[in-house]
């Protein structure tokens, strides 16, 4: 099982600011990667996939990168609607596996 | 629209039976594989399982294999995730997903919480 490593476990960035989220794989994954976002008391929502396609409706402000065992996900300019949990989860061997998350906080 | 529709929360006692379901809409139903995610209380997500409603193939993550049944009736757009014996352990909330792009889950169902207790 692959085993999917994100940090920092919790992030403080004062609106405006530039967050980076971090995953790191076991084992490489080549591009099959995505991101999610969850707010308190929602499900999930599709943020990135293939490491950097953003997913339909998903704001410019939000891009990924990455290959292999590293990627990043960057939020440029932070709204409050940004202050979430965010999730990676790698697609390219069973079984499918999602990291510990990132707690991204109001500084 | 395209959703997913998940049924009520459930409380449930140790050792009884369960089985929860999802119908999708606005899509063709038999066009994608359905999963299912868990979330225990405060932790993070862990893939359960997949079903393909066109033939029922389904694949489970090993650690969810022999706990529990996913099935499908595509005649009404609906997959189930069910429980022979519910255990205090399998308290969560468990969503169903859309699959895209081999294994991405794009459309999420807005959870069912399963709360087992005695």
């Known amino acids: 099982e692959i085993v999917m490593t994100q940090s920092p476990a919790t992030l403080s960035v004062s609106p405006g600011e530039r967050a980076t989220l971090s995953c790191r794989t076991s084992?490489?994954?080549?591009?099959?990667l995505a991101w999610y976002q969850q707010k308190p008391g929602q499900a999930p929502r599709l943020l990135i996939y293939?490491?950097?396609t953003r997913a339909t409706g998903i704001p410019a402000r939000f891009s990924g990168s990455g290959s292999g065992t590293e990627f990043t996900l960057t939020i440029n300019s932070l709204q409050s609607e940004d202050f979430a949990v965010y999730y990676c989860?790698?697609?390219?061997?069973?079984?499918?596996?999602f990291g510990g998350g990132t707690r991204m906080e109001i500084k | 629209e395209v959703q997913l529709v998940q049924s009520g929360a459930e409380v449930k006692k140790p050792g009884e039976s369960l089985k929860i379901s999802c119908k999708g809409s606005?899509?063709?139903?038999?066009?994608?594989?359905i999963g299912w995610v868990r979330q225990m209380p405060g932790k993070d997500l862990e893939w359960v399982g997949i079903?393909?409603?066109?033939?029922?193939?389904?694949r489970y993550n090993p650690s969810f294999q022999g706990q529990v049944t996913i099935s499908a009736d595509k005649s009404i757009n609906t997959a189930y995730l069910q429980w022979s014996s519910l255990k205090a352990s399998d308290t969560a909330i468990y969503y169903c997903?859309?699959?895209?792009?081999?294994?991405?889950?794009?459309?999420w169902g807005q959870g069912t919480t399963v709360t087992v207790s005695s």
């Open positions: 084992q490489s994954v080549s591009s099959n």
């Open positions: 079903i393909y409603p066109v033939d029922s193939d389904t």
């Open positions: 606005g899509y063709s139903f038999t066009t994608y594989w």
């Open positions: 293939a490491a950097s």
């Open positions: 997903v859309r699959l895209v792009v081999r294994y991405v889950f794009d459309i």
């Open positions: 989860q790698q697609y390219n061997i069973w079984p499918l596996t």
